[in-house]
């Protein structure tokens, strides 16, 4: 058994966030001392560390919660956290595209600046932000 | 020529049943009138988000995701017939 100082040490997190995830009912201690601080087991550890490995690959803590139960479930087989992880590659690929958009709208905006010794009110970057503005509006007015 | 993309992963048991039950919708239409493909997202993940797909499976007719889950076989077969009849008229 160990403290939640040292479950936090052993993990590479803080307290604050063990006690956050306790919080968010992702993790308990395995019983409580006298004089009622947490003592955690090796399955503490593992959660943890299952808890970290998850939200590294993306993953919310809601769908950890649905992660954790699906491997705590009889029912469930490995096939149905496949399709969570393919699911969340899929969420993860359509915002990489959408980043890539953007991106690619930054480049657009930052090639029409030739000039960078011109007044704020020349600037044509925020000239076509704010006409890109304007024709949004008109456009949302129809 | 409809063009369905059933987009699924390999090894999902769950997925293979209920995708025969809905190739056979389109078979029984004809296969020159309802190309069918089986699509593993896994190896096709760009095409799957060019179309929108979030969840698998999923069914893409005609290059727009149209069930984002396998409907039933009368659903499938009511879409398609759908599409057909408006081939037909165009």
């Excluded at chain 1, 657009?108 to 000239?127: S, V, W």
């Excluded at chain 1, 704010?130 to 456009?139: F, L, T």
């Excluded at chain 2, 727009?64 to 408006?86: D, H, I």
């Amino acid at each position: 058994m160990r403290t939640i100082g040292k479950l936090a040490t052993e993990t590479d997190v803080t307290t604050d966030t063990v006690r956050y995830y306790e919080k968010e009912g992702l993790l308990a201690p395995a019983t409580k001392t006298v004089a009622g601080y947490r003592l955690y087991d090796e399955d503490a550890v593992r959660r943890l560390r299952f808890i970290r490995q998850a939200q590294q690959c993306g993953f919310s803590l809601s769908e950890i919660r649905e992660l954790l139960t699906l491997k705590n479930s009889d029912a469930a087989c490995c096939r149905d956290v496949k399709s969570v992880a393919i699911a969340k590659k899929l969420q993860l690929e359509h915002k990489i595209r959408a980043l890539q958009t953007m991106s690619g709208a930054l480049s657009g905006l930052i090639a029409i600046c030739d000039d960078e010794t011109r007044p704020l009110d020349e600037c044509p970057i925020l000239g076509a932000l704010e006409n890109s503005m304007a024709r949004q509006s008109k456009g949302g007015k129809r | 020529m409809i063009k369905v993309d059933v987009f699924s992963s390999p090894g999902c048991g769950k997925c293979g049943q209920a995708r025969t039950m809905l190739k056979a919708v389109a078979e029984e239409l004809g296969a020159d009138k309802v190309q069918w493909r089986d699509v593993n997202i896994l190896e096709e993940m760009d095409y799957a988000v060019d179309l929108g797909v979030m969840v698998s499976p999923s069914i893409a007719i005609d290059g727009e995701l149209v069930f984002a889950s396998l409907p039933s076989a009368g659903k499938l077969r009511a879409e398609l017939e759908k599409r057909l009849q408006q081939g037909h008229a165009a």
